[in-house]
């Protein structure tokens, strides 16, 4: 049924955290690996080893450059590369899923998972117009539609060990960037994460209410000066004495040219 | 937004062929016998054949009986479940005059409602999609439906109410032509919205995912016709509605009726594929693109 429940029991989702990504696109193997292997049609690629390969994907990373505004102490900023892994955000009033006209695409009542039931779907692509985040691909192979389940058979699988019951993508990530949990529940713990790095919503403006929340990358640590040893580093005697001192002035009163520096 | 020949075959002949079955609906011409089964033939064949055309496009064809079950929130499902009901509906009114020379009027009412409805759901699959701003907005109906009513007009015979619905088609298009080039900087959706990164500064693609393409490129942006965008403006408006008019405005004959017809479809599937073409989705935004 494509009518949105008017609100879900739980809201599972992700929290990504931009400060810590390394973009080091694991979570899109072990994506690609665990929901080609397990629930529903396979993630085909079409001419892999070829001139032109290309593939479905329900995880993709992304990265940027952002370059901060200049300011008067901060002339010419340093641009960042941040790192940014996209996959279906869970929104609360998922567009993708109301478009759809045979009823394959559902958001979940119990846990707001939003889904595609495969046998229902046409391969109309009505879904992946309406989403603005490209959560959703078609597979070429295939004909149906495909995109992130969360995992939900993984997250709610007795046969693994309790460890593993989260998305492929959270368990794999080296960096900690990625956290799975409710953020329907104010006390737990993705929502105090939230709440305490100032998670963000993407486009906001589409009105969607994402359930995935984006964590800020911190701000960045000023560069202290670098030349904080060279006062330690000057010569201790401008004028040497002794032989070194009478060989010197020797050496001055001899024709030719000589280094002006007396330093370094 | 990739322009797919099927969908842009499809929007084009079925609006035309809904538009005639609004007119036949309406008793404008009122027809009997065998003229009434040569009308209604053209009518079906524009409005089935486009239908059918639209299947081709689908991963699925053999569910797309499936797609009349979610009419509740889907234009699609709407889309479908209308256009069957006035191709029924119609079906019978038309029995009625080629076979009974009998006018079912209120059916015959009912039948144009009906396959203008259609026409109304299958340019709200595209207006309410808030992720392509050009699209998102009342002209997007203005324009399907002055369309449709404009070609099924010039198929009727209806020479000055085509006359006038061509003028206001082409309205209802170049409006959309002007103000949708500027739909999308309204949306306030940017790569700063996209990423929120907006809010450390100025936002540039890196690197994107893979080094190859995939289907939401495919499928969201394309960039190749909007170059010629402006001639193509000029080839659509010239076909659609300019000649068609001329050639209205001459003594009436079949073979400049043909050809009117003829023009106006062509720069309407001109105009087609820049709807299409030009249509811009928010998706690209998060590759650096348009």
Redesign the interface.
């Given at each position: 049924m494509t009518q949105l429940p008017p609100a879900t029991q739980k809201k599972l989702g992700l929290v990504i955290d931009l400060d810590t990504c390394v973009g080091c696109h694991a979570c899109v193997i072990s994506c690609k690996g665990w929901n080609t292997e397990n629930y529903g049609a396979p993630l085909s690629d079409q001419d892999p080893y070829g001139a032109d390969p290309s593939g479905t994907f329900l995880n993709r990373v992304h990265s940027y450059a952002v370059t901060p505004l200049a300011t008067s102490t901060k002339p010419h900023p340093t641009t960042q590369t941040i790192h940014f892994p996209k996959s279906c955000l869970h929104c609360e009033d998922a567009p993708c899923v109301t478009v759809c006209p045979t009823g394959a695409s559902y958001k979940r009542a119990e846990d707001g998972i939003v889904l595609v039931n495969e046998a229902d779907c046409i391969g109309c692509g009505l879904c992946a117009w309406a989403c603005p985040y490209g959560a959703r691909e078609m597979d070429a192979a295939e004909g149906v539609m495909k995109k992130c389940t969360l995992c939900v058979d993984r997250i709610y699988n007795q046969t693994l060990p309790e460890i593993d019951r989260t998305p492929a993508c959270v368990r794999t990530c080296p960096s900690g960037a990625r956290h799975f949990g409710d953020l329907g529940d104010p006390d737990s713990a993705v929502s105090h994460l939230v709440a305490e790095r100032g998670g963000f919503d993407l486009m906001p403006e589409q009105g969607t209410k994402p359930v995935n929340k984006y964590l800020p990358p911190r701000p960045k640590d000023t560069l202290p000066d670098l030349d904080i040893l060279s006062p330690y580093l000057a010569p201790v005697t401008e004028n040497p004495g002794g032989f070194l001192g009478w060989l010197d002035r020797a050496l001055d009163k001899l024709p030719g040219q000589s280094s002006k520096t007396g330093r370094g | 937004?990739h322009p797919a020949p099927s969908v842009i075959l499809f929007t084009t002949l079925s609006g035309a062929g809904f538009g005639l079955l609004v007119f036949l609906g309406l008793g404008l011409p009122e027809v009997s016998g065998f003229t009434a089964f040569a009308f209604f033939a053209i009518a079906y064949l524009l409005a089935v054949g486009g239908l059918l055309a639209s299947t081709f496009?689908?991963?699925?064809?053999e569910?797309?009986w499936?797609?009349?079950?979610?009419w509740?929130?889907?234009?699609?499902?709407r889309e479908?479940v209308c256009a069957v009901a006035a191709l029924l509906v119609m079906a019978a009114y038309g029995a009625g005059l080629v076979f009974l020379n009998a006018a079912l009027q209120p059916l015959g009412y009912l039948g144009a409602a009906l396959s203008l409805g259609t026409v109304f759901t299958t340019s709200m699959?595209y207006a309410?999609?808030?992720?392509?701003p050009r699209w998102h907005t009342p002209l997007t109906p203005a324009m399907f439906l002055t369309l449709a009513l404009a070609g099924g007009a010039l198929l009727a015979g209806q020479v000055r109410l085509a006359i006038a619905l061509l003028l206001a088609s082409g309205a209802a298009t170049v409006a959309a032509w002007i103000l949708g080039d500027t739909r999308f900087k309204a949306?306030?959706?940017d790569?700063a919205?996209?990423?929120?990164?907006g809010?450390?500064?100025?936002?540039?693609?890196?690197?994107?995912?893979?080094t190859?393409?995939?289907?939401?490129l495919r499928?969201?942006v394309h960039v190749v016709g909007r170059k010629h965008s402006l001639k193509l403006r000029m080839i659509a408006g010239a076909l659609a509605f300019a000649l068609p008019v001329i050639l209205l405005l001459l003594p009436f004959s079949h073979w400049i009726a043909a050809l009117a017809v003829l023009s106006h479809l062509t720069g309407v599937a001109t105009a087609r594929w820049l709807f299409f073409a030009e249509a811009e989705?928010?998706?690209g935004l998060?590759?650096g693109k348009r």
């Open positions: - | 937004m496009h689908l991963g699925h064809p569910r797309a499936k797609a009349f079950s979610q509740r929130t889907s234009w699609l499902s479908g699959i309410q999609m808030k992720t392509v949306s306030g959706t790569m919205t996209a990423t929120g990164l809010r450390i500064g100025t936002v540039k693609a890196f690197e994107p995912p893979h190859g393409t995939n289907y939401l499928e969201f989705h928010v998706v998060y590759y």
